[in-house]
Each structure stands twice: as structure tokens, then as C-alpha cells.
Nanobody, 125 residues
């Protein structure tokens, strides 16, 4: 069983920054697509960013130009750097990874079989 653990969430003001991390001991991040999703109560879980084998990130329209996804292959850690945060970025952020390699990353929830428990991000205006 693959266990993903997110960290780095917290409370910031409008325009602030946070860096989220996703770690695991059972999974090699550079061999699969790993993504970040977020969810607020009453809404569908939304794809935020993904990073595949080739190292090129994909982003949801709402975060393009503000968020950057990356990984440290040596430490096997995935990062989501979030800059210029807005109140609408608030929510629970989840790290998700695919069980088997399925080609280029897409921000589709059904693609990912492994999920962390999430980390809360709150942005105040």
C-alpha cells in the first residue's frame, strides 16, 4: 500500500506564499505522474498541478503563473510552490499519484489511485 503524506499547509494573507510537500516511502515519484488537487466543502475536487516523468508541469487555469510544481528526485519529495495566494485558493490540498504509468499527466481525478489525507490552506483577504 502506498502512503502519501502532505505537509506545509497553513494560514496566510492575500498575496502570501506557501510551499506544500508530498512524501512517501513506498513509491518512486519520478516514475509516475504525481498531482495536486484541492477541495472546498460542497465543491468537486479540483486539479491544481501535475508533474510526470519528463519533468514538465501542467496546471489548472486558476493557478497558472502563480503555482509551480516540482520534485526532488534524491529526496523523493514533491513540492507545490504557491505564490500570490488568493482567498479562492483556500481548501484542502491533496497529493495524488497514479498506480501504474498511464502516459502524460492529466488533471483527472479518476486517473489517480493513491491519495494523501490532505493539508489545509487558508488565505484571508
Amino acid at each position: 500500500r502506498v502512503r502519501l503524506v502532505e505537509s506545509g499547509g497553513g494560514s496566510v494573507q492575500l498575496g502570501g506564499s506557501l510551499r506544500l510537500s508530498c512524501t512517501t516511502e513506498e513509491y518512486q515519484f519520478d516514475r509516475r505522474c504525481v498531482t495536486w488537487f484541492r477541495q472546498v466543502p460542497g465543491k468537486e475536487r479540483e486539479g491544481v498541478a501535475g508533474l510526470g516523468i519528463g519533468g514538465t508541469g501542467i496546471y489548472g487555469d486558476a493557478v497558472k503563473g502563480r503555482f509551480t510544481i516540482s520534485r526532488d528526485n534524491g529526496k523523493n519529495i514533491h513540492y507545490l510552490q504557491m505564490n500570490n495566494l488568493k482567498p479562492e485558493d483556500s481548501g484542502v490540498y491533496y497529493c495524488a499519484a497514479e498506480a501504474v504509468y498511464g502516459g502524460p499527466c492529466v488533471l483527472a481525478r479518476a486517473r489517480y489511485g493513491y491519495w494523501g489525507k490532505g493539508t489545509q490552506v487558508n488565505v484571508s483577504s
